[in-house]
T-cell receptor, first 111, second 114 residues
Framework: KNEVEQSPQNLTAQEGEFITINCSYS?????LHWLQQHPGGGIVSLFM???GKKKHGRLIATINIQEKHSSLHITASHPRDSAVYIC?????????????FGKGTHLIIQP | GAGVSQSPRYKVAKRGQDVALRCDPI?????LFWYQQALGQGPEFLTY????????KSGLPSDRFFAERPEGSVSTLKIQRTQQEDSAVYLC????????????FGSGTRLTVV
C-alpha cells in the first residue's frame, strides 16, 4: 500500500503570502492528485499530474517522480483559499484500485 | 447529471440500525469508488467498481459493509447493524476512465451513529 505523507499539517498565513504544501509517497505512481476540501463541503479535484508542473490560476502543482515528492503552491493567497488541501496517490501505484490519501493540510489565510 | 450526487446528505442512525447510502455518478463514468473519511482524517479507500463489477473491496472494514452497482451506474453502500465507529463521511467518486483518472467527488454523506 502506498503511504502518503503531507506537511505541514496546519498552516496559517497572511493574505498575499506564497504558500507551499508538500507531499511525499512511498510507491512509484502513474499520477498524483491534489484535492481541496472546504469545511462541511465536498472534495474538489484541483490537479492530477504525472510529471513536471501544472498551473491553474494562482495554483501551481509540481511533481518529482524520482524523488516521489510533489508540492502545491498558492501565489498571492486569499482568505477564500482557506480549506483543507489533500494529496492522494494510487493505492498500490497503478491507479486502478483507488487512492490513498494524505491526512490533509489545514490552511487558514488571514486577511 | 452534471456532478456526482450522493444521498442522503446527512444520516443519523441508532446503533444496530441498517443504513443505505446512495451514489449517482456522472453518466457514462466507468469507475466508481467509495471512501470513508473519519473526522479530521483523510479519506480511506473502501471499494472500487468498474461498471457493475466490484474489482476491489479490500478496504471494507467488516462484513457489515456491502456495496453494489448492479447496472453499472448508481451504487449503494449498505452498512448493517451500524456501530458508533461507523460514524464518518462516506464519499463517492467517479471517473470516465477505467483507471480512475480524473476523479469527480460527490459531496459525501455524513453518517452519525448514536
Amino acid at each position: 500500500k502506498n503511504e502518503v505523507e503531507q506537511s505541514p499539517q496546519n498552516l496559517t498565513a497572511q493574505e498575499g503570502e506564497f504558500i507551499t504544501i508538500n507531499c511525499s509517497y512511498s510507491v512509484g505512481i502513474s499520477a498524483l492528485h491534489w484535492l481541496q476540501q472546504h469545511p462541511g463541503g465536498g472534495i474538489v479535484s484541483l490537479f492530477m499530474l504525472s510529471s513536471g508542473k501544472k498551473k491553474h490560476g494562482r495554483l501551481i502543482a509540481t511533481i518529482n517522480i524520482q524523488e516521489k515528492h510533489s508540492s502545491l503552491h498558492i501565489t498571492a493567497s486569499h482568505p477564500r483559499d482557506s480549506a483543507v488541501y489533500i494529496c492522494a496517490a494510487p493505492y498500490s501505484g497503478g491507479g486502478a484500485d483507488g487512492l490513498t490519501f494524505g491526512k490533509g493540510t489545514h490552511l487558514i489565510i488571514q486577511p | 447529471g452534471a456532478g456526482v450526487s450522493q444521498s442522503p446528505r446527512y444520516k443519523v442512525a441508532k446503533r444496530g440500525q441498517d443504513v443505505a447510502l446512495r451514489c449517482d455518478p456522472i453518466s457514462g463514468h466507468v469507475s466508481l469508488f467509495w471512501y470513508q473519511q473519519a473526522l479530521g482524517q483523510g479519506p480511506e479507500f473502501l471499494t472500487y467498481f468498474q461498471n457493475e463489477a466490484q474489482l476491489d473491496k479490500s478496504g471494507l472494514p467488516s462484513d457489515r459493509f456491502f456495496a453494489e452497482r448492479p447496472e453499472g451506474s448508481v451504487s449503494t453502500l449498505k452498512i448493517q447493524r451500524t456501530q458508533q465507529e461507523d460514524s464518518a463521511v462516506y464519499l463517492c467518486a467517479s471517473s470516465l476512465e477505467p483507471g480512475g483518472y480524473g476523479y469527480t467527488f460527490g459531496s459525501g454523506t455524513r453518517l452519525t451513529v448514536v
